[in-house]
């Protein structure tokens, strides 16, 4: 799924350059959603989103003559869209690092949940420890009302994790892609995963009704 | 390596992150404690999850503006 058919991707840049309208369309249809998705991270409202994706789109066009595919298509695309997003943005790159920050220190477990500091034995173990979830025949926790439950907790993430949680998770790209894309590092990549991801496990936990 | 460490280490441990001496750490207090276990697979079950949802829509109105604007660059 993470993984790219270059030749694939060389005939859409190939027909983009040849005004091919259905290859655009076929990328619109593609990765719209999400580009709104990220945009929505940094601007304001819906209106500007679209504004910021249809900029993006434009720019693209624009661009495709001389991209080099030196990077995926969709590697360069959500960059500039990024690049776009951050300067219609209102919330600046000095308030969304004071965003990382507030989150990165505090634990992603319900501190509740573990012996304390004081225990005489083990502390900092599970006081009340995760049993396992029911699984369907197929040998997962799938149904329409988990899926429903996970959908409703990623709208509930602050924005920087859901984003990444639905590029590596959702989509299946791959960290250093992501990476790429956000322009943001490694690490701080894998701390809004982490983070995104314990939200949605404690959504889960709490429907499935098991746990704390 | 106590629990409440381990469980914010998970993502870095799928993501084959860590320096060899903390994940043989990692996969020791692991082999031990049942809790931990159960939370790592809950979160491959929550991975696994995410990855099933649906493919969102596009809103054929924005479709349709931006296919203007292609028509227009052409």
Not at chain 1, 43 to 62: F, G, K, M, P, R
Request: glycine share 6%; with cysteine; aromatic share 6%.
């Amino acid at each position: 799924m993470t993984e790219i058919d270059t030749s694939y991707e060389q005939r859409l840049v190939d027909s983009l350059r040849a005004r091919d309208e259905s290859a655009f369309a076929e990328l619109v249809d593609r990765h719209t959603p999400m580009m709104l998705r990220v945009a929505r991270g940094y601007v304001a409202s819906a209106e500007v989103a679209e504004d910021v994706v249809q900029e993006t789109w434009i720019a693209v066009l624009q661009g495709i003559d001389r991209f080099e595919g030196r990077s995926t298509l969709r590697t360069w695309l959500f960059r500039i869209l990024v690049n776009i997003a951050k300067k219609r943005g209102v919330r600046d790159r000095h308030d969304s690092d004071a965003e990382l920050a507030a989150f990165t220190g505090s634990p992603t477990v319900d501190p509740g949940r573990f012996l304390p500091r004081t225990a005489p034995e083990d502390p900092h173990h599970w006081a009340t420890p995760p049993t396992s979830w029911p699984e369907s025949p197929e040998g997962s926790v799938l149904g329409a009302e988990v899926l429903d439950v996970a959908s409703r907790e990623l709208e509930h993430l602050p924005d920087r994790q859901r984003i990444v949680v639905v590029l590596r998770d959702v989509l299946g790209y791959d960290a250093a892609e992501v990476s790429a894309m956000l322009s943001i590092t490694a690490a701080n990549q894998r701390v809004l995963l982490h983070r995104g991801r314990a939200h949605v496990r404690q959504a889960l936990e709490d429907y499935l009704g098991t746990g704390a | 390596m106590d629990c409440q460490d381990l469980v914010e280490l998970v993502t870095a441990y799928l993501e084959d992150d860590m320096d060899p001496d903390a994940r043989a750490r990692f996969e020791t207090h692991l082999g031990e404690c049942s809790g931990c276990a159960t939370y790592l697979e809950q979160i491959e079950q929550t991975v696994h999850t995410l990855g099933t949802l649906p493919p969102e829509e596009l809103d054929p109105a924005l479709r349709d503006r931006l296919l203007d604007a292609f028509r227009e660059w052409r």
